[in-house]
């Protein structure tokens, strides 16, 4: 009985370590870059929106449809490192837990 007591704690634990972990996701800020960085966007380690930035060369509107390119294309680049910014953060409180591979907690 003990054990399990023990056990439920360490999940309550856990479980309040990553909803702070969620929490600082929304203050992390990465930036992702296309078209050798003239269009950047900002987004959360959440991946939300906050800012786009274009460089005003692109203000073309013969080159419409390349800009919209470069601002996906920016926002998947931004969208990936969130990514790795949560799963790294994840590893670290997740160290030591004997959770399988590939199991995403986020």
Not at 29 to 58: C, R, W, Y
Not at 77 to 90: H, I
Request: proline content about 5%; aromatic content about 0%.
């Amino acid at each position: 009985m003990k054990d399990i007591m023990g056990l439920m704690k360490q999940a309550q634990a856990m479980q309040q370590k990553l909803q702070d972990a969620q929490a600082e996701l929304d203050n992390v800020e990465v930036e992702g870059t296309a078209g050798g960085g003239v269009v950047t966007v900002k987004a959360s380690g959440k991946g939300n929106l906050k800012a786009i930035s274009i460089d005003p060369s692109l203000m073309n509107p013969d080159e419409k449809e390349i800009l919209e390119d470069l601002i996906v294309a920016a926002m998947n680049d931004a969208r990936g490192k969130a990514e790795r910014a949560a799963e790294a953060r994840m590893a670290e409180l997740t160290k030591g837990l004997p959770l399988p591979p590939g199991m995403k907690l986020f």
